[in-house]
């Protein structure tokens, strides 16, 4: 459960949660996480133990971070090419040829350190292609954030920020230590491995959500004000139509690509944490989520 603001709650509420194995988030208004309330019997101190073992295995964590760089990639591409079949005159014929060659890049990536430059590069090109699918006249300057600088970076930014806190909190609930990531480096008070995790959830989630929210006028510039230290945000009664279209966007009900059952993409969360929880445990390859086309 996230918290954004001052909201009251009470101790039979927390007991009700805890006896559900649910944790709490509490967040600033503007999503940034001040602590969490966690039930101490969601802890799997085995988990753990391999957790930080395979830590020390440099190949292991090569291995992990290309699959992570190439699941980010490949949903990049398809988030693309889905919203290309709708509308066919616009041509992102560079941006997915640019992509295309540096998810093959990823493939021969022989350290870590390549990864992050590929993936850098990746990302800008997504986000040239990005601007392309926005239909609004809410304009995109490119990605900025801390802060964001205007209405459409402040959606993706709040989306982010809504699908790394519910991923954190899955992580600590199964008994990972959500600090300690194979990827991200880790750093004092980062939840690390949350950002391993999401990082194939962020085009098919967050930016197909803010895509659907800025072009069919969900949102529009009244919706937003400026904060000159903060940067921009969403208006408190914007901020709860937010929350209303980011819970649909993860309770919708679609066929799973790899077991062709329905599912959502919040029980895509739990499924991809114990596919890592078993590449830890069991040795077995881990595969991301990958966005069906």
Known sequence: MLIFGNVQFTTQAVHELFEHGIEMAILTR?????????????????LRLQQF????????????????????????????????????????GTETSLLQTRLDDVKSATQIDQLFGLEGSAARTYFDAFSKRL????????????????????????????????????????????????????????????SDLMEEFRAPIADRLTLNLVNNRIFNQDDFYT???????????????????????????????????????????RLQAEKLAATLQNGSPYAPFELEI
């Open 135 to 194: 239909l609004d006249k809410l304009s995109f300057p490119g990605r900025k954030k801390h802060p964001s600088t205007d209405p459409v970076n402040a959606l993706l930014s709040l989306s982010y920020t809504m699908i790394f806190n519910e991923i954190s909190s899955l992580l600590d609930g199964l008994g990972f230590d959500p600090y300690l990531a194979y990827y991200h480096s880790i750093d004092y008070g980062r939840m690390s491995l949350a």
């Open 227 to 269: 904060n000159p230290q903060e940067g921009v945000y969403l208006k408190r009664e914007s901020l709860k139509r937010f929350f209303v279209e980011y819970e649909g966007a993860l309770n919708n009900e679609f066929i799973h690509p790899e077991t062709k059952e329905k599912t959502t993409y919040r029980k895509c969360f």
């Open 30 to 46: 503007t999503g940034k996480l001040i602590g969490q309330i966690t039930s101490p019997s969601t802890k799997n101190i085995a």
């Open 53 to 92: 073992k395979k830590y020390w295995d440099n190949d292991f964590r090569l291995s992990l971070s290309k699959s992570i760089v190439e699941g980010k990639i490949k949903n990049a591409l398809n988030v693309i090419r889905l919203f290309s079949y709708n509308h066919r005159k616009l041509d992102f």
